[in-house]
């Protein structure tokens, strides 16, 4: 197939679909882990026969839902060659990056007492929780004291993260913005680095009525090297983002942005994204598969969340024509079924479709999730950025 194909690739990322199988998963302590497929085992039905029909159960087997004779795509396995399980280090492994130390975790101690003390006398604010925590659950326990008394609400998880809780009443949504970029200066040190500083605003004013709203806000670190967004740009062409996406590359390499409110609302973006002219990529992270269901244990939630992820879905591919490649993927693992709240070591699909792909079929396992951002710039005939790592898979699609 000749280059320059495709006018438009759409990059959607399943936050958290693992599909078990990582060699190294044992190192991470997750030997046996598989998202999809323990998923399965916890759900009575399964409706989603466009990832069906894309070849998804053909690459994972899936108890409820057969596989396909002739799947509309390409797909295979990626297995991921950074260090680490989290978020942005998958995210910038497919743009070509890999990462060496993986980010500081606080998940079992809570921050250090220097970090909390010199937070405190930077914002003005008195800190409480302190302490890993599911963001619902860390409000019901402080929300009232922090509406009353103007402390505030520091937590972490089992992701590199400090987040910061605000009630956008009576904290004031500004006033959290302003910490959270305090927090993020004090923790750019060696000793405090964390992938992300973000901030939870929340409505509510008692116990069983506080929501988190939209208007959270990620300080991401950003990529420590050239990658293929930014090449992309330098090119002149569109790379849109939509969710997460922004966050997670702290805008690097971005053209344009677009927040989510939800996984349902992101590909609602997407489809109307596919009806506009543009000439580059739309990267898409759809964030509520892994943060309201797979760091939850929830694995029916994860299935329904799927069912909706599917039906949209097909009236993206409606939408598609044959100037388009869609690519689905995932950054991570997040079994729901496993002990902990934690991300889990795993390999992930990768499914490609376009109208004027002739072939389908599985395609050699990956040993790197760069093999992502290395066909989407073959594309577009832009050259990879020195030191990034990934092969094209262009040549094996037909």
Known sequence: MERKTWKRVFVIVIDSLGIGGAADAGDYGDAGTDTLGHI??????????????????????????????????????????????????????????????????????????????????????????????????????????????????????????????????????????????????????????????????????????????????????????????????????????????????????????????????GMEQTIEMAKEDFQGICFVNLVDFDALWGHRRDPKGYGAELERFDEKLGILLEHLNEEDLLMITADHGNDPTYTGTDHTREQVPLLLYSKNLKGSGELPEADTFGVVGATVAEIFGVKMPEGTIGNSLLSLLQ
Not at 149 to 159: E, F, K, L, R
Not at 215 to 220: E, I, L, P
Not at 245 to 251: K, N, P, T, W
């Open 40 to 265: 399965a085992d916890h759900v009575e039905h399964f409706q989603i026969p466009n990832l069906q029909k894309l070849g998804l159960v053909n690459l994972h087997p899936v108890k409820q839902v057969a596989p396909v004779q002739r799947p509309l795509g390409y797909f295979a396995r990626l297995n991921e060659r950074s260090r680490g399980k989290d978020t942005m280090t998958g995210h910038w492994e497919m743009m070509g990056l890999k990462t060496e130390k993986p980010f500081i975790t606080f998940t079992d101690t809570g921050f250090p007492p220097e970090l909390i003390a010199e937070l405190e006398q930077r914002t003005g604010h008195r800190i409480i929780g302190n302490k890993s925590a599911s963001g619902t659950e860390i409000l019901e326990e402080l929300a009232e004291e922090e509406i009353a008394t103007g402390h505030m609400i520091v937590y972490t998880s089992a992701d590199s993260v400090l987040q910061i809780c605000g009630n956008e009443e009576t904290f004031d949504l500004q006033e959290l913005y302003r910490c959270c970029e305090i927090a993020r200066e004090l923790t750019m040190r060696d000793e405090w680095k964390v992938g992300r500083v973000i901030a939870r605003p929340y409505v509510g004013r008692k116990r069983g009525e506080f929501k988190r709203t939209s208007n959270r806000h990620d300080y991401a670190v950003p990529p420590f090297s050239r990658m293929v967004l930014d090449a992309m740009k330098e090119a002149g062409l569109d790379v849109i983002s939509i969710g997460k996406i922004q966050d997670i590359f702290a805008g690097c390499g971005i053209t344009r942005a677009l927040k989510s409110k939800s996984s349902v609302h």
